[in-house]
């Protein structure tokens, strides 16, 4: 041996600083780890939020607004077959063309028109039929402007210079204009709360999709949740150990890693084709998801209830505890918290689900808002991809609100799971 | 030089011992029968032929032993000998061990304790059981208590209940430390406390028969001289068999003393005589330090 002339200590003493360069190596790698994780966090919140947060926006435009019978075509308002034929967006043409009285030539008259969007005239009709003593009436309203007009509007101060896309010269003219008579100004998009999908971007809102996401959730967690404990339970604390309970131990653990859209092609094959279930609602895929759910919450909870102490459940079975009551008075309720977390965590894969749904029908362009468990309806990670897919620029900006709200969602989720677990658990 | 020092001394010491202390054990033989007087008149309990197997493993070989009314028997022994085992298939707890087979004739009042009339969950209402290691529910010091009365419906009223956990405490001793928090967790007691919190568990469903599995190696010498004072107590009322790996204690609380060694019940005797002129070597082995 080289150093053999060395003594213990000293020996030990060089060993030392190595042993410590080691550790302050490795506290290094993960502090780099985690500051890496948290970068990538932040640039993606700034990413998503500098995008969306426009879209909680939406441009506005004053107009002069005559309910004139004529044009609208009505005599009665109560009457509802004629509110229904009503020509409400001929009257913001005539509110147009007053505004802009020198526009002339079919093709200006047409780009003008579009200065407002079509929703418009529903809110008119809205405030008609609220109101009838409106009619032959003249009031200053803000309308929801086009689009277009939206995407120009709200670009026009950045440093880029103003998005334009289809607009055309004379158009960028007349929202200057209005703009320099303060008839132009942002509002808050409450149609982006309230209303469903549509072919329109300046009326296309989240609510359809974040409906349809809170039935198929619940769904997926009034049956997966249940089902999931209790074969669980089962197979902990009650099941046989032998070949049989190995071969579905490992068939659950395969389970989880199956591709969703697998879980897809099986809820089309067994809900919709053979029990007929209808498509596109939450119904079918609250149970697609919780197939896919399912080995998630039973390998969670089967986890959670290994770790409750034996010792507990040799005190309960020697004072007289039947089987079921160790279960229900003790393993369970000291597993809840661990069980909560693995369903919470399905429940966040389940949410975030896009692929299998997309083979059940929940891909649909739906403009209700679903009511219920039997409603056509689409879910949040759905309703991004086919907003992404739109052509129009303002469905951009959508798409990155829509993120916003699915993350809101989970973050709501994960919270209220926090605070559950917290409210559960027991100190030892 | 230090290296060759180091390997001398390893070389030397521990393995010497072990040597010496297996060649001691190959030399006894096992008696046939248990030495001594294992077998009672009028007995609470008796154990016969029993045999324990984990799997192809036999734990227990044919164990023959009666345990009196009212008596406090001490199963002793070095460890890995069978003991916690033979307690533990007395209030049939090796149920819940899937691979544990129990064969031979338990009874407890003349009753067959595995037969197929004997319900467990009746059975382990009768025989009561105390843990090594302190387990309170991570419940109140009152549920704790209440818990098995009200697993098996003995107080109709909250009234009754409270009687009930406060008799219970009270002959566990810890009533006086307890009755003003008793709607405190149990885990937050002292050791000590959390031991004699699961002894009154035990006996607030009033038991015929109560098992001690080492209740005091978790204990200081405090906490374990007042366990050992509740024993002498409950044992004018209740049948106790106690194991514990601590000759002392076995000296201190027992009537009869039980020597265990490697899964054959070697010696029974009145404490006393175990200790004092144990008829077996193995036994005399044990108990002189030799070892354990």
Same mark, same amino acid.
């Given at each position: 041996?080289?150093?053999?002339?060395?003594?213990?200590?000293?020996?030990?003493?060089?060993?030392?600083?190595?042993?410590?360069?080691?550790?302050?190596?490795?506290?290094?790698?993960?502090?780099?780890?985690?500051?890496?994780?948290?970068?990538?966090?932040?640039?993606?919140?700034?990413?998503?939020?500098?995008?969306?947060?426009?879209?909680?926006?939406?441009?506005?435009?004053?107009?002069?607004?005559?309910?004139?019978?004529?044009?609208?075509?009505?005599?009665?308002?109560?009457?509802?077959?004629?509110?229904?034929?009503?020509?409400?967006?001929?009257?913001?043409? %005539?509110?147009?063309?007053?505004?802009?009285?020198?526009?002339?030539?079919?093709?200006?008259?047409?780009?003008?028109?579009?200065?407002?969007?079509?929703?418009?005239?529903?809110?008119?009709? $809205?405030?008609?039929?609220?109101?009838?003593?409106?009619?032959?009436?003249?009031?200053?309203?803000?309308?929801?402007?086009?689009?277009? /007009?939206?995407?120009?509007?709200?670009? /026009? $101060?950045?440093?880029?210079?103003?998005?334009?896309?289809?607009?055309?010269?004379?158009?960028?003219?007349?929202?200057?204009?209005?703009?320099?008579?303060?008839?132009?100004?942002?509002?808050?998009?409450?149609?982006?709360?309230?209303?469903?999908?549509?072919?329109?971007?300046?009326?296309?809102?989240?609510?359809?999709?974040?409906?349809?996401?809170?039935?198929?959730?619940?769904?997926?967690?009034?049956?997966?949740?249940?089902?999931?404990?209790?074969?669980?339970?089962?197979?902990?604390?009650?099941?046989?150990?032998?070949?049989?309970?190995?071969?579905?131990?490992?068939?659950?653990?395969?389970?989880?890693?199956?591709?969703?859209?697998?879980?897809?092609?099986?809820?089309?094959?067994?809900?919709?084709?053979?029990?007929?279930?209808?498509?596109?609602?939450?119904?079918?895929?609250?149970?697609?998801?919780?197939?896919?759910?399912?080995?998630?919450?039973?390998?969670?909870?089967?986890?959670?209830?290994?770790?409750?102490?034996?010792?507990?459940?040799?005190?309960?079975?020697?004072?007289?505890?039947?089987?079921?009551?160790?279960?229900?008075?003790?393993?369970?309720?000291?597993?809840?918290?661990?069980?909560?977390?693995?369903? /919470?965590?399905?429940?966040?894969?389940?949410?975030?689900? %896009?692929?299998?749904?997309?083979?059940?029908?929940?891909?649909?362009?739906?403009?209700?808002?679903?009511?219920?468990? %039997?409603?056509?309806?689409?879910?949040?990670?759905?309703?991004?991809?086919?907003?992404?897919?739109?052509?129009?620029?303002?469905?951009?900006?959508?798409?990155?609100?829509?993120?916003?709200?699915?993350?809101?969602?989970?973050?709501?989720?994960?919270?209220?799971?926090?605070?559950?677990?917290?409210?559960?658990?027991?100190?030892? | 030089?230090?290296?060759?020092?180091?390997?001398?001394?390893?070389?030397?010491?521990?393995?010497?011992? +072990?040597?010496?202390?297996?060649? *001691?054990?190959?030399?006894?033989?096992?008696?046939?029968?248990?030495?001594?007087?294992?077998?009672?008149?009028?007995?609470?309990?008796?154990?016969?032929?029993?045999?324990?197997?984990?799997?192809?493993?036999?734990?227990?070989?044919?164990?023959?032993?009666?345990?009196?009314?009212?008596?406090?028997?001490?199963?002793?022994? !070095?460890?890995?000998?069978?003991?916690?085992?033979?307690?533990?298939?007395?209030?049939?707890?090796?149920?819940?061990?899937?691979?544990?087979?129990?064969?031979?004739?338990?009874?407890?009042?003349?009753?067959?304790?595995?037969?197929?009339?004997?319900?467990?969950?009746?059975?382990?209402?009768?025989?009561?059981?105390?843990?090594?290691?302190?387990?309170?529910?991570? *419940?109140?010091?009152?549920?704790? +208590?209440?818990?098995?009365?009200?697993?098996?419906?003995?107080?109709?009223?909250?009234?009754?209940?409270?009687?009930?956990?406060?008799?219970?405490?009270?002959?566990?001793?810890?009533?006086?430390?307890?009755?003003?928090?008793?709607?405190? !967790?149990?885990?937050?007691?002292?050791?000590?406390?959390?031991?004699?919190?699961?002894?009154?568990?035990?006996?607030?469903?009033?038991?015929?028969?109560?098992?001690?599995?080492?209740?005091?190696?978790?204990?200081?010498?405090?906490?374990?001289?007042?366990?050992?004072?509740?024993?002498?107590?409950?044992?004018?009322?209740?049948?106790?068999?106690?194991?514990?790996?601590?000759?002392?204690?076995?000296?201190?609380?027992?009537?009869?003393?039980?020597?265990?060694?490697?899964?054959?019940?070697?010696?029974?005797?009145?404490?006393?005589?175990?200790?004092?002129?144990?008829?077996?070597?193995?036994?005399?082995?044990?108990?002189?330090?030799?070892?354990?």
């Amino acid at each position: 041996m080289a150093d053999s002339n060395l003594s213990h200590a000293e020996r030990i003493q060089s060993s030392l600083a190595k042993r410590y360069r080691a550790e302050k190596h490795f506290k290094f790698y993960g502090a780099a780890a985690i500051a890496f994780g948290l970068l990538c966090v932040v640039l993606l919140f700034t990413d998503i939020i500098s995008k969306g947060y426009k879209a909680f926006g939406q441009t506005y435009i004053q107009l002069e607004v005559t309910y004139d019978a004529s044009t609208l075509g009505i005599t009665d308002v109560n009457d509802s077959q004629q509110i229904v034929l009503a020509d409400f967006h001929g009257v913001v043409k %005539t509110a147009l063309k007053s505004r802009f009285v020198d526009v002339s030539g079919r093709k200006a008259k047409r780009d003008l028109y579009g200065l407002i969007s079509h929703g418009a005239g529903y809110t008119l009709r $809205d405030r008609l039929v609220a109101n009838p003593k409106l009619l032959n009436q003249t009031e200053t309203l803000w309308l929801v402007a086009d689009d277009d /007009i939206d995407t120009y509007y709200k670009s /026009i $101060d950045s440093d880029a210079g103003a998005f334009v896309g289809r607009m055309s010269e004379q158009r960028q003219g007349w929202v200057d204009q209005l703009a320099q008579s303060d008839d132009v100004k942002m509002r808050l998009n409450r149609n982006f709360f309230t209303q469903g999908d549509s072919r329109e971007p300046e009326l296309a809102g989240i609510r359809g999709a974040a409906m349809g996401s809170l039935f198929t959730l619940i769904i997926t967690i009034a049956l997966s949740f249940p089902i999931g404990v209790a074969a669980a339970v089962y197979l902990e604390e009650f099941a046989p150990q032998n070949r049989w309970t190995d071969l579905i131990e490992v068939n659950i653990n395969n389970l989880a890693a199956v591709p969703s859209i697998i879980f897809g092609l099986l809820g089309l094959a067994i809900f919709i084709n053979f029990f007929h279930v209808p498509r596109s609602v939450p119904v079918v895929g609250g149970l697609v998801l919780t197939l896919m759910t399912l080995p998630t919450i039973i390998i969670s909870s089967r986890a959670a209830i290994k770790a409750v102490p034996p010792s507990i459940r040799d005190a309960a079975i020697g004072v007289g505890a039947s089987p079921m009551q160790v279960v229900l008075h003790h393993v369970l309720p000291l597993a809840m918290p661990g069980m909560l977390t693995g369903a /919470i965590i399905g429940m966040a894969q389940a949410l975030g689900e %896009t692929a299998p749904l997309l083979m059940i029908g929940m891909v649909a362009f739906i403009v209700d808002i679903p009511g219920g468990f %039997t409603d056509p309806s689409t879910v949040l990670p759905v309703q991004i991809f086919l907003w992404a897919d739109s052509p129009e620029r303002a469905f951009m900006e959508k798409t990155s609100a829509a993120i916003m709200v699915l993350l809101a969602f989970l973050i709501f989720m994960n919270t209220l799971a926090v605070i559950l677990r917290k409210r559960l658990e027991r100190r030892w | 030089m230090v290296n060759k020092m180091v390997t001398n001394i390893s070389a030397k010491m521990p393995t010497g011992l +072990v040597q010496s202390k297996k060649e *001691k054990m190959e030399e006894t033989a096992y008696p046939e029968d248990t030495i001594g007087t294992p077998l009672l008149e009028g007995s609470k309990m008796s154990m016969r032929n029993v045999d324990v197997f984990y799997g192809d493993k036999q734990a227990i070989f044919n164990v023959n032993v009666d345990v009196g009314q009212n008596e406090v028997i001490a199963m002793i022994g !070095p460890s890995g000998c069978g003991k916690s085992t033979f307690l533990r298939s007395i209030n049939r707890m090796n149920d819940t061990v899937e691979s544990c087979r129990v064969t031979g004739q338990l009874t407890l009042d003349g009753e067959d304790i595995y037969s197929a009339q004997m319900d467990p969950v009746a059975l382990r209402a009768r025989v009561g059981m105390v843990f090594q290691k302190p387990n309170p529910f991570p *419940k109140t010091i009152y549920d704790n +208590v209440a818990y098995g009365p009200r697993l098996h419906g003995l107080a109709s009223r909250r009234a009754e209940l409270d009687e009930i956990v406060e008799i219970s405490l009270t002959r566990a001793g810890l009533w006086a430390e307890a009755k003003d928090r008793l709607d405190q !967790p149990g885990t937050g007691l002292s050791g000590g406390q959390q031991q004699r919190l699961c002894i009154a568990r035990a006996i607030a469903i009033s038991p015929e028969v109560i098992l001690m599995d080492e209740p005091c190696s978790a204990l200081d010498p405090i906490a374990t001289a007042k366990i050992e004072e509740l024993i002498a107590e409950l044992s004018q009322n209740y049948t106790i068999a106690i194991v514990t790996h601590s000759m002392q204690q076995a000296a201190r609380v027992s009537h009869r003393t039980a020597y265990f060694h490697l899964g054959r019940l070697v010696e029974v005797n009145e404490t006393e005589k175990v200790f004092t002129a144990p008829e077996h070597q193995l036994t005399e082995a044990y108990i002189t330090g030799r070892f354990g």
